[in-house]
């Protein structure tokens, strides 16, 4: 247990790396062979690359942009964007097989490539060609890092009544408002903005692509967050912003569409990183109660602390297949994929910070400090529970789906 107090990035590293992961709890399980493949290449790459630096990411509110380009040399920079822009060209579940993995290396990383992963496909999936050419490969390759703008001060759940604005003069839109919680905020370089083009509600909302270094866009001050600490964020502020009308995803009045389409996958995605938090911190729980002894014998050896650990692996494989089910029925575009991930989002999301938290309980005194990496999963995760929708959002959309027949 005291490794963790002497080297945590040191044992965080081994304890990732390591390949005896009991069976019942094994996420290769029911995989390909490629599928397989990629998901140990993310999971080296955790624990090589992002484990070892979590904590002081953490603490310093380190953007790790070095390390995110290596992971895009890998293909996780647009990994479900088509290769003829240079994506990846990969399914919904295996986007979520390799969200998941990497998680395990730095839960806040992995959910801001999960955004940037989002914006990118929303560009491939709506754009016109030109539009595709000239943002997705400089994106793929996060060369560029992409920001998500939907969140207003004044809407948040009820996005469809957002207010900035966006006036038609001539070959250009005349943007004014701002957007709160921008993950990426202000260290980005290209913002997907939902704005306000025509009439109230969702029908008068519209997609416009900016850049960093448009006349009108600005930033707010970098908040200070409880989790999510190797991501800044930020309010994106436009103020007479000019933005020409060719930087308009699909056409006038789509936008709420593309947002909804893309939050689909995003919860899908952000699910997966849960999925990842809780992963390492069933590991971390099982290292800590084999090694710490108290009244003469390992913790392990209590069987009230082997019943919870057992729900926690019960619960994490529960919400891991209800992640994967629901990411499969959104590639093959079945009816029922929003409501399936919804309920993917909203149990798993749930369920992992329950299992973090409860491997931060059974690592006792020991898991409120910051040497040890339990406490930084919990901070991490539990955002997740409120952003892409939530979780209270969620019971809406499945209660909706219940009732509306």
């Given at each position: ?201 969702p029908k008068g909302i519209s997609c416009l692509v ?164 339990v406490q930084q999963f919990v901070r991490d995760i ?24």
């Amino acid at each position: 247990a005291m490794a963790w107090r002497a080297a945590p990035r040191a044992a965080a590293r081994l304890l990732l790396g390591r390949r005896g992961i009991a069976s019942c709890i094994d996420p290769s399980t029911g995989l390909t062979e490629d599928q397989k493949e990629f998901q140990k290449v993310a999971f080296d790459f955790a624990a090589k690359e992002m484990a070892p630096y979590m904590a002081e990411w953490d603490e310093k509110e380190i953007f790790p942009v070095e390390t995110m380009r290596k992971a895009a040399q890998l293909g996780f920079g647009g990994i479900y964007v088509k290769p003829d822009v240079g994506g990846s060209g990969l399914s919904r579940l295996d986007t979520s097989i390799i969200f998941e993995a990497l998680s395990t290396g730095c839960t806040s990383t992995t959910a801001y490539m999960s955004i940037h992963n989002m914006c990118v496909w929303m560009i491939d999936t709506f754009g016109n060609e030109e539009q595709r050419r000239r943002f997705c490969p400089s994106l793929c390759s996060m060369e560029k890092f992409a920001s998500y703008c939907l969140t207003e001060p004044g809407s948040g759940s009820d996005a469809a009544s957002l207010l900035t604005s966006a006036q038609r003069k001539g070959d250009t839109y005349i943007l004014n408002g701002s957007k709160a919680f921008i993950s990426g905020g202000g260290d980005t370089d290209v913002y997907v903005v939902m704005c306000r083009t025509g009439g109230p509600g969702p029908k008068g909302i519209s997609c416009l692509v900016l850049e960093k270094g448009m006349p009108g866009l600005s930033f707010g001050k970098k908040e200070k967050k409880v989790g999510w600490n190797s991501q800044p964020t930020r309010a994106v502020i436009f103020e007479d912003c000019v933005v020409p009308v060719g930087n308009r995803l699909g056409a006038e009045g789509q936008g709420f569409s593309i947002a909804m389409q893309g939050l689909n996958g995003g919860r899908i995605n952000i699910a997966s990183c849960s999925l990842g938090a809780a992963h390492a911190s069933v590991l971390l729980a099982q290292e800590h109660l084999s090694v710490r002894k108290q009244f003469g014998e390992p913790l392990a050896n209590n069987q009230y602390l082997q019943f919870r650990l057992a729900e926690m692996a019960t619960r994490l494989l529960a919400a891991r297949l209800m992640v994967r089910n629901a990411a499969r029925a959104l590639q093959d575009g079945r009816e029922d994929a929003a409501v399936l991930c919804s309920m993917a989002k909203l149990f798993a999301t749930d369920e992992c910070f329950g299992i973090c938290n409860q491997a931060l309980q059974m690592h006792g005194g020991y898991g409120y400090l910051k040497d040890y990496a339990v406490q930084q999963f919990v901070r991490d995760i539990r955002v997740h529970q409120i952003l892409e929708g939530t979780n209270e959002v969620m019971r809406m959309i499945v209660a909706r789906n219940l009732l509306q027949g």
